[in-house]
């Protein structure tokens, strides 16, 4: 089976400081994606990245960055977290770059409430 | 871009009977892919089913069944015998050929005992 690590689950920081939220996936999948979940607006994807180096924006980059060093690691940054960034955050991989019914797979979440 | 909409943000459902899940899409491509995911309270989401746009077959995983009207763009969930693992948020997701995933607000679902 396939497995996507994020490495919190919960986390808590304040205004103003810079938050790293990682994801590790042990599948060599050559796609992965970071959304941000809330009630009522469900998935929208903050960046996405299909090879190592590369990042692509996604529906809701403001505010985000992010890092993608080694094929397995995908790292998304709060530059300077505001209160409006408080959410649960997924992390997801997706085997191939072409067009087939890959699905994408998700970590657990990280749930980050900002102060 | 592509849009899906999910209009029942809450559903239950008593154990053992049949519900189904609605989700229609809005789209200009005729090949893609669709797909519905499960949320269980605080845990990871998984794939539930799958549907190809050209296969005119309704995917089945078990108890879990698609209703796929292309030409209506509707793409609803059933869920038969429902077991209170079942209890969960739904997506209902979208792909087009350039492999983008759009999702849907979810829909609640709570299987009563």
């Known amino acids: 089976d396939v497995k996507v690590t994020q490495s919190s689950r919960y986390l808590v920081k304040r205004t103003g400081e810079k938050v790293f939220l990682e994801c590790v996936q042990d599948m060599d999948h050559e796609n992965m994606f970071w959304y941000r979940q809330d009630p009522g607006l469900g998935l929208r994807l903050i960046y996405f990245s299909y090879d190592v180096k590369m990042k692509e924006k996604g529906d809701i980059p403001e505010g985000y960055s992010v890092s993608r060093e080694k094929k397995e690691r995908f790292s998304l940054i709060l530059e300077s977290a505001s209160t409006n960034q408080t959410s649960m955050y997924l992390c997801?991989?997706?085997?191939?770059?072409?067009?087939?019914?890959?699905?994408?797979?998700f970590g657990d979440g990280t749930r980050l409430s900002i102060l | 871009a592509q849009t899906v909409t999910q209009s029942q943000p809450e559903m239950s459902v008593q154990e053992a009977e049949t519900v189904t899940l609605s989700c229609t899409y809005d789209?200009?491509?005729?090949?893609?892919?669709l797909f519905w995911y499960k949320q269980p309270p605080s845990r990871q989401m998984i794939l539930v089913i799958r549907q190809e746009a050209y296969k005119q077959q309704n995917a089945t995983e078990n108890r879990f069944s698609v209703n796929f009207q292309k030409a209506a763009k509707s793409f609803s969930l059933k869920i038969s015998d429902s077991q209170l693992g079942d209890t969960a948020m739904y997506f209902c997701?979208?792909?087009?050929?350039?492999?983008?995933?759009?999702f849907g607000t979810g829909t609640s679902l709570t299987v009563i005992p």
């Open positions: 789209t200009s491509e005729n090949n893609y892919y």
């Open positions: 997701a979208f792909m087009n050929t350039g492999n983008q995933f759009y």
């Open positions: 997801a991989s997706r085997a191939g770059l072409g067009f087939s019914n890959q699905p994408q797979h």
